[in-house]
């Protein structure tokens, strides 16, 4: 079994050199992968939903 990864929006921003408030617009414009919601007022993202992204804006590009 194969456990999933999860990043909040502090690592992504981090990761993609943003704000906050620009992962959750990414969200809601573009085809940024929603979040998954583990609890209550804890929403994350799978680390494999994030690199499959990834790769397809490096073959889009």
Known sequence: MK??????????????????????RW????????PVKLSPGCSRWRLADIENWEKSKASAA
């Open 27 to 34: 969200v809601q414009t573009t085809d940024f992968p929603a």
């Open 3 to 24: 456990l999933s990864i999860f990043l909040s929006d502090k690592e992504l921003a981090e990761r993609f050199g943003i704000t906050r408030q620009s992962i959750w």
